[in-house]
């Protein structure tokens, strides 16, 4: 059995937190059926799952939703679009979720830590 997806923790994070990027069309669904309890992140607009350790594991129905922050060059922005990267205004990073085209993105940009 599928218990769920271990997360990788930035170090410098205290709090354990894994930020998702959820349609509006889908959060009530996830949040009634997710094991994990989602919490709307007011300062950077995003939901979230605050993890109790860095060996917890996560809901395997919320993978596809997590949020993972790259650092792409201006010059590369529209090739990183293409392949589903997001700007995040908050935060003033791109990211991208693992049902885009993540395989490109994670081999051509570099992981941005904050």
């Known amino acids: 059995m599928d218990r769920g997806i271990q997360i990788q923790i930035i170090k410098n994070d205290p709090t354990y937190d894994v930020f998702l990027d959820i349609p509006f069309d889908k959060k009530d669904d ?3 059926t997710s094991q994990s309890k989602l919490v709307w992140d007011k300062t950077r607009k995003k939901w979230k799952v ?3 350790h860095p060996d917890q594991l996560i809901d395997p129905q919320l993978e596809q939703y997590i949020i993972m922050y790259v650092k792409i060059p201006f010059a590369k922005k529209d090739e990183a679009k293409a392949h589903g990267a997001k700007w995040d205004p908050v935060v003033k990073c791109w990211f991208y979720t693992s049902d885009k085209d993540g395989f490109f993105l994670k081999n051509n940009f570099r992981h941005a830590t904050f």
């Open 50 to 52: 605050s993890l109790e």
């Open 30 to 32: 996830i949040k009634t």
